[in-house]
């Protein structure tokens, strides 16, 4: 069953077109890999889907409903969560209150039930806590939780962001590069993590990534950008010996090479 | 010593007894000396004392209220400055709320505001123009002045009306980031003085420059509350509201948004926190906490103008946050005080020191000189240290330390985690954007 449905997804920045009528579907319960060169439009397309750019022509579709266009936390609310390319933790506020940041849009309480403490206002909050902490020891951070976020290293920042995302309960996951800055042990680590999640959330997984060792490991189908066009999508088998991806990533000559060996 | 402070960090009984003894001695100097500002001080400065002391939270509010209630003032009142005392209490207390307003703005939600002083004089003027004859000049109906009974309701009304200028500041504002929006915020401040100063005409609402004089002083029981050691009371209150609405807040679901927002505005977004609304939220309760005190200051001096909601004002507000500490709750209502008994008392008495010296002879101290009239420089040497060698402020913010046995062992949390972790389609916030 397709989850999300993007048709024909076209963002130019001026004269510059950064996407050019990109189409993707994801399945749902399935890894799917968007790769390509630096600077191919792959975070551009991210950013469009959870509505930090509003794409210029083209549709998103979450379930069949269109959410192009919407603003990011009302996709958030729709149930598309993401991690960054770039780490944005809310780094002075401890790794537990990151997580209980995620979980926003399911606390109900308002401005009155806070100040004047209406009961189910602190009931709600300890539930929420409790479940922050379930989702830190899901992602193996639960000894930190009252730690700073800025205070984690690297690898763990990046499972600290996964974990937020996870909290805003998605139906959809994008993770942007989560293997970006680490070592193998830890990639190793990721990689089984997202399987994890996969497999026991039944979570819907988009992933950018750059370690193709993870991407060919893991997906489950892959798509390929180069300069703000799809060049190519497939099986993960079909894409790793598609000659325009060899093209694009190697140049023309390695392609030409790798045919003659084969 | 250093065995003896290590015993002292140690035992919360031998902390207990010393904070004791020392609010005894500092009371019974303050009942003993006719008028010593230092002794007031030192008393005040056992709330300082309390806050560090190891003791439970509970005993700590329970020392701190006895100290506010009773013996802060029956101690004050045996002397012939008990009025000035209480007023620089008042005060003190007025400045506190709004200090603590502004740092929802400032120090939560990360929004440089330079025009804070603006929504305090909405509540002074809000007050002020009805509880004199000067609404009779444009209102239909009624007959003013209002009594001294309607102030109570104005204490709600100013708080509302406050919160409306804070969201009508916010919506066109909100457009720009940092230095742009100090630089729009600064801005309406002026406006809103301005506007006070010319809305004399073609209808006079505001009596424009001349002011707001005699306004009704509160009332209740039919008693008339004339003297600052009543406002007092009524100050005390109400801070005690604000700093109990900030303390809950601070932790909460909108709490923890304001803090997101200022960290990082895309991640917080994709966590679904609608922006405006929650920047709106920090403007309007900041605003809020102003605004009542505004319509108490009016009530206090009796008399307001628009010079008294001036650029320096905001700037006076601004400078209590960062000194005691952007975000922090204890830091600000102790940056507060610091600056306020500063500007009201210790710079006044230094100053009538140095007189009596000149007189005396035995010094000679250019008028200019005098600390009043030095008083930015006070302030401006005193920012310029704290930058340099403690730019978090007294009390840097804290994070609060969660107890993971208190969330895990609450019995019954179990099926109310599915009701939460089921995906609500029908929220109520989705107006932000």
Redesign the interface.
Same mark, same amino acid.
């Given at each position: 069953m397709t989850i999300l449905e993007v048709e024909k997804l076209t963002k130019t920045f001026g004269g510059l077109t950064a996407n050019k009528e990109i189409s993707l579907q994801a399945e749902a319960n399935k890894i799917t890999a968007v790769i390509g060169p630096n600077g191919a439009g792959k975070t551009t397309f991210f950013n469009m889907i959870?509505? =930090?750019y509003k794409p210029t022509s083209g549709s998103i579709k979450l379930r069949g409903e269109s959410i192009g266009g919407l @603003? /990011? *936390? %009302?996709v958030? @609310?729709k $149930?598309i969560? !993401?991690t &960054?390319q770039n780490i !944005? #933790? &809310? $780094? /002075?506020?401890?790794v #537990? +209150?990151n997580v #209980? =940041?995620?979980?926003?849009?399911? #606390?109900k309480?308002g401005?009155f039930g806070?100040? &004047? *403490?209406l009961p189910g =206002?602190d @009931?709600?909050?300890?539930?929420? +806590? !409790? +479940?922050a902490?379930r989702l830190l020891e899901y992602v193996g951070l639960e000894e930190h939780?009252?730690d700073?976020a800025a205070s984690l290293s690297y690898g763990s920042q990046r499972r600290l962001e996964i974990a937020?995302?996870l %909290?805003? @309960?998605p139906s959809v996951l994008l993770l942007d590069e989560p293997a970006a800055g680490m070592n193998p042990k830890e990639t190793a680590d990721l990689t089984g993590l997202i399987e994890k999640i996969k497999q026991e959330m039944d979570m819907t997984i988009i992933l950018i990534e750059h370690d193709m060792k993870l991407v060919m490991e893991i997906s489950d189908y892959i798509y390929v950008l180069d300069h703000g066009e799809l060049i190519a999508e497939g099986l993960p088998a079909q894409v790793r010996h598609d000659k325009k991806v060899i093209e694009a990533y190697l140049g023309k000559g390695a392609a030409e090479e790798q045919e003659a060996e084969g | 010593m250093k065995k003896i402070l290590d015993q002292i960090r140690g035992n919360k009984w031998l902390q207990l007894g010393l904070l004791v003894g020392y609010i005894a001695l500092t009371s019974l100097s303050l009942i003993l000396a006719q008028r010593s500002v230092a002794a007031f001080l030192l008393l005040l400065l056992s709330f300082l004392l309390l806050y560090y002391t190891k003791l439970p939270n509970w005993s700590k509010w329970a020392i701190g209220l006895a100290i506010m209630f009773f013996i802060l003032p029956f101690s004050a009142m045996q002397g012939p400055a008990y009025q000035e005392y209480m007023d620089v209490a008042t005060l003190v207390g007025i400045y506190v709320s709004m200090a603590l307003g502004l740092n929802i703005v400032v120090g939560m939600a990360g929004l440089l505001d330079l025009g804070f002083v603006a929504f305090f004089a909405v509540g002074a003027y809000t007050y002020g123009i009805f509880a004199t004859a000067q609404a009779n000049n444009f209102m239909p109906f009624g007959t003013y002045p209002l009594s001294g009974n309607s102030f109570w309701i104005f204490i709600i009304l100013g708080c509302f009306v406050a919160a409306l200028f804070g969201v009508l500041l916010g919506i066109p504002v909100l457009r720009v980031k940092g230095d742009y929006l100090a630089i729009v915020t600064l801005g309406f401040g002026e406006i809103i003085r301005i506007v006070f100063n010319n809305m004399d005409q073609p209808v006079n609402i505001t009596n424009g420059a001349l002011g707001l004089s005699s306004i009704a002083p509160p009332k209740i029981f039919g008693i008339e509350l004339l003297y600052s050691n009543q406002i007092y009371f009524v100050v005390l209150f109400i801070l005690l509201f604000i700093i109990f609405a900030v303390r809950s807040l601070e932790h909460s679901k909108l709490g923890r948004s304001w803090k997101a927002v200022r960290e990082n505005e895309i991640a917080a977004q994709a966590m679904g926190i609608p922006l405006v609304k929650t920047k709106l939220m920090a403007f309007a309760i900041g605003a809020s906490f102003s605004g009542m005190m505004g319509v108490v200051f009016a009530a206090k001096q009796a008399f307001i103008d628009p010079t008294s909601f001036t650029l320096l004002q905001s700037i006076n507000i601004l400078v209590m946050v960062l000194l005691g500490g952007m975000g922090s709750v204890p830091g600000v209502i102790l940056g507060a005080a610091v600056v306020t008994i500063l500007n009201a008392q210790v710079l006044n008495e230094l100053t009538m020191w140095f007189n009596s010296l000149s007189t005396a002879g035995i010094i000679t101290l250019p008028d200019a000189m005098s600390p009043v009239k030095m008083q930015r420089f006070f302030f401006g040497a005193l920012l310029i240290l704290f930058a340099l060698y403690r730019s978090k402020g007294l009390i840097p913010a804290k994070n609060v330390v969660y107890d993971k046995r208190k969330f895990l062992s609450e019995k019954g949390t179990k099926k109310r985690l599915q009701s939460v972790a089921a995906p609500k389609e029908d929220e109520h916030d989705h107006t932000g954007s």
């Open positions: 959870t509505g =930090v @603003k /990011p *936390h %009302a958030a @609310k $149930g969560s !993401r &960054f !944005r #933790l &809310f $780094g /002075p506020i401890t #537990l +209150e #209980l =940041v995620g979980m926003h849009t399911h #606390l309480a401005i806070t100040i &004047f *403490h =206002v @009931k709600e909050e300890r539930i929420a +806590e !409790r +479940e902490y939780y009252n700073e937020r995302a %909290a805003t @309960k | -």
